[in-house]
């Protein structure tokens, strides 16, 4: 699998955590590239790098 970001469009992949084992939506955390920082992943929970 590759994750990566578009730098010249601000596109990317991120993967998201599920809620749960038995709730497969979205969860509150991301992992992807930082479209602001080329050659950097980040966490992400919610809207916020952590």
Same mark, same amino acid.
């Given at each position: 699998?590759?994750?990566?970001?578009?730098?010249? !469009?601000?596109?990317?992949?991120?993967?998201? @955590?599920?809620? %749960?084992? !038995?709730?497969?939506?979205?969860?509150?955390? @991301?992992?992807? %590239?930082?479209?602001?920082?080329?050659?950097?992943?980040?966490?992400?929970? %919610?809207?916020?790098?952590?």
């Amino acid at each position: 699998m590759k994750i990566g970001v578009i730098y010249r !469009t601000r596109g990317g992949v991120r993967l998201v @955590s599920w809620k %749960g084992t !038995t709730d497969l939506s979205p969860g509150k955390f @991301s992992f992807g %590239g930082d479209p602001d920082q080329p050659l950097q992943v980040v966490i992400w929970k %919610g809207s916020r790098v952590s």
